[in-house]
């Protein structure tokens, strides 16, 4: 019975503390959040689109607060590695290079209130010219050096056919934990006289470019062929596991692994389950988003304008801390390891933690590891890799012509391990 009056005891203290606590913490307004960047009704697809289609991309975004901001954006093509090209805008929009975001809503009966704006491209105002790298810049009026979005999206064409095979890694060293792409870029249509100083190639794990392999050069030419047949470990990826998931589609009652849903002060607070080290587990197979994240309120009419921001709070046991730095990771990162993402060991509970303002949703993520480096994977130390984890793999490859001042996108190929081929 003792024990029993201590426990409780315990909790109410840490009930108190929590609420006190909490009581400081307040909204940031002006805060951009919930950026997402997909095919036009394709929640989960990834940023590429077909030049000269009728495909489109939207963008979604939320601004914190009850202040409309009056937003435009704008496009910059750039080179294979991300940077700005050599080419005019003139070169590569046809229209206006500036457009104003012109459609959003306020949010309605929610605890944080937000502004939820959405753009979708090509549109009457501006089309793409010509295949490649792009960003889109969204930026407060009369700011254009000071954008609040920046985000990465391209434009493909179909003059190079790619056909790919997922393998088990044919090399000892990743028999147990890794992933070989093999694929082949058929250009019988290009007059490509040494690809190997003019075809570049790229392969995206689950559209993530922290660990892309890029620049590859073909193993083998001929035929209007060019064969990368994984001769070294350049297009070998960690096969990681499947991603941890949560739901909060709706806050009046608990999902699969939330502890606990409160509202205080005003905001709603999530906790979610200890669901620990996943590291030595063996691999088991469930269904994810490839560590993206997908609006939704159950409650709701409109997801984009009814769904509420809640506190999610990440807790992830370790009896002591590591040298490394630890994040939430995903796309609710925006696949970035930063200050916002970053979990801190808190030596009583010897466990690493960390607090998201999130949109409700159902929502992927992983423990990482930021080790600076390719050649380890950021999920092992807590995550584990497995050769026969569910991921998409996307090739691009890039042409550069001799004579030209940029880097086309001759073709691009989805491909996921369930499938193979």
């Known amino acids: 019975m003792l024990s029993q009056k201590v426990k409780y005891l315990f ?7 929590f609420a006190c606590n909490m009581s400081a913490q307040q909204i940031s307004e002006g805060e951009i959040k919930s950026v997402k960047l997909h095919r036009e009704e394709w929640n989960l697809s ?28 704008t496009f910059v093509h750039c080179d294979k590695d991300w940077k700005p090209s050599r080419v005019f805008e003139s ?12 459609d959003y809503d306020m949010s309605f009966n929610t605890t944080v209130n937000y502004i939820h704006y959405s753009l979708s491209f090509p549109n009457n105002e501006v089309t793409f010219k010509i295949s490649g790298n792009y960003i889109i810049r969204v930026y407060p009026f009369g700011k254009p050096d000071s954008p609040v979005i920046t985000r990465r999206f391209m434009v493909s064409e179909a003059a190079a056919p790619i056909s790919a ?39 995206l794990q689950n559209g993530r470019w922290d660990n892309a392999r890029r620049n590859l050069k073909p193993d083998f030419t001929g035929n209007y062929s060019l064969e990368y047949n994984g001769l070294s470990d350049l297009n070998i990826f960690p096969g990681g596991s499947e991603y941890r ?47 993206k994240y997908y609006i939704a309120h159950q409650e709701g009419i409109d997801p984009h304008t009814d769904a509420d921001y809640v506190y999610v709070y990440f807790t992830l046991p370790s009896n002591f ?64 890799d497995h050769y026969e984890t569910e991921n998409d793999y996307i090739i ?16 691009h190929h989805i491909i996921n391990t369930l499938n193979k081929r």
């Open 245 to 291: 998931y949560f739901d909060i589609k709706s806050l009046r009652y608990q999902t699969e692994y939330i502890s606990s849903i409160e509202n205080l002060y005003g905001y709603y607070h999530v906790r979610l389950r200890d669901s620990g080290n996943r590291a030595a587990r063996q691999y088991f197979y469930r269904p994810d988003f490839n560590g």
């Open 321 to 384: 801390p590591v040298e490394e730095d630890i994040y939430v990771f995903g796309e609710l990162s925006g696949w970035e390891f930063g200050e916002g993402n970053k979990m801190y060991y808190n030596t009583e509970e010897h466990a690493y933690e960390c607090r998201l303002l999130l949109k409700q949703g159902w929502y992927n993520y992983m423990y990482a590891v930021n080790n600076g480096s390719l050649s380890a994977s950021v999920f092992s130390m807590f995550e584990g």
């Open 91 to 102: 070169e590569y929009l046809e229209g206006f290079t500036e457009n104003q975001v012109q």
């Open 165 to 203: 095979t997922i393998l088990r890694s044919k090399l000892g060293g990743y028999y147990l934990t890794g992933q070989q792409i093999d694929f082949r870029v058929s250009h019988a249509s290009l007059d490509i006289q040494d690809p190997y100083s003019t075809v570049f190639s790229t392969i």
């Open 396 to 411: 691009l490859s890039y042409y550069r012509d001799p004579n030209g001042r940029y880097d086309r996108l001759i073709g």
């Open 11 to 17: 909790i109410m203290v840490q009930a108190i503390s």
């Open 46 to 73: 990834y940023p590429i689109i077909t030049l000269g289609s009728d495909e489109k991309l939207v963008l979604h975004f939320d601004l914190l607060g009850n202040d409309i901001e009056t937003y435009y954006y």
